[in-house]
């Protein structure tokens, strides 16, 4: 399976930068480090709309190399420029060819709330997160154990940093509204990576009023973004769709407003 793969792999990454740079000595640069408010939630609340989240990524497992001519700050600049209300930054290696680095980067240089898009599967992860200057991390319930999900999360909570919680059904829903505020669903299924938009309709009643709602993956179309309206989500989150473009703020705009 797909997500097994994933885990597997941020496991033995985390694993060697342990190596590289033990938990102990993370914690005492983060020590030095101003903890600043996040703006991640707040900014997915600011818009009278459906808020944009718009991804930056390289590649995928099931699509291989999406943007071939990739430079993630030229696309972070274009980003800036579509007042959209975050950016999703993919640090995964090896399969989405995502670096650590791409999130300080951004964030020296732009002032919009950033996600660390991984697959968090150790809080030393949490720590480097914040230390790289992210706004959010992501919280996959398909891939943690609800001991897990506590504890990253209240790490997260006392690093003030935002999470936004990833579902993939009702269960998972269920799991992830206990300290979750932010609640993904993603349409798309991580063991197939197979996608159904109709997803975020059939689990939205299941997330209670309160909790701010993200749209994850097939957002690809106007219509699309029309329907997420209609279901009142608070933000979707959109990475192929503008990554595939030439024009990105073309994309954003298109996508967002129609022709």
């Known amino acids: ?45 600011s818009l009278d709309d459906v808020s944009v989240i718009a991804e930056i990524k390289k590649a995928s497992p099931s699509k291989g190399l999406i943007r071939p ?3 993630h700050m030229q696309i972070a600049e274009e980003y800036s420029e579509c007042n959209i209300q975050a950016m999703s930054v993919l640090t995964e290696p090896e399969y989405f060819k995502g670096d650590i680095k791409f999130v300080s980067d951004i964030k020296g240089k732009f002032s919009v709330p950033v996600l660390r898009k991984d697959f968090t599967v150790d809080e030393y992860q949490i720590y480097e997160a914040k230390l790289y200057g992210a706004d959010a991390i992501l919280l996959i319930m398909a891939a943690l154990t609800d001991t897990e999900y506590k504890k990253f999360h209240a790490v997260a909570n006392d690093l003030k940093l935002d999470v936004l919680v990833e579902t993939h059904n009702e269960e998972e829903v269920k799991r992830a509204i206990e300290y979750g505020a932010i609640i993904g669903v993603n349409n798309r299924n991580l063991q197939t990576f197979e996608e159904d938009i109709t997803t975020c309709e059939r689990l939205l009643p299941f997330i209670p009023d309160g909790k701010v709602k993200v749209a ?22 959109i990475g192929e769709a503008f990554m595939r473009e030439r024009d990105i703020k073309n994309a954003v705009d298109t996508l967002r407003y129609g022709n």
């Not at 342990?18 to 102990?24: D, Q, R, T, V």
């Open 69 to 71: 001519d990739f430079d």
């Open 216 to 237: 994850e993956s097939a957002i690809r179309s106007h219509d699309d973004f029309e329907y997420l309206r209609s279901l009142k989500f608070d933000a979707a989150l």
């Open 1 to 45: 399976m797909i997500l097994d793969k994933l885990v597997a792999s941020s496991k033995a990454r985390v694993k060697s930068a342990k190596e590289k740079l033990p938990a102990a000595e993370l914690m005492k640069k983060l020590e030095k480090t101003e903890l600043k408010e996040p703006q991640f939630k707040n900014g997915l609340v």
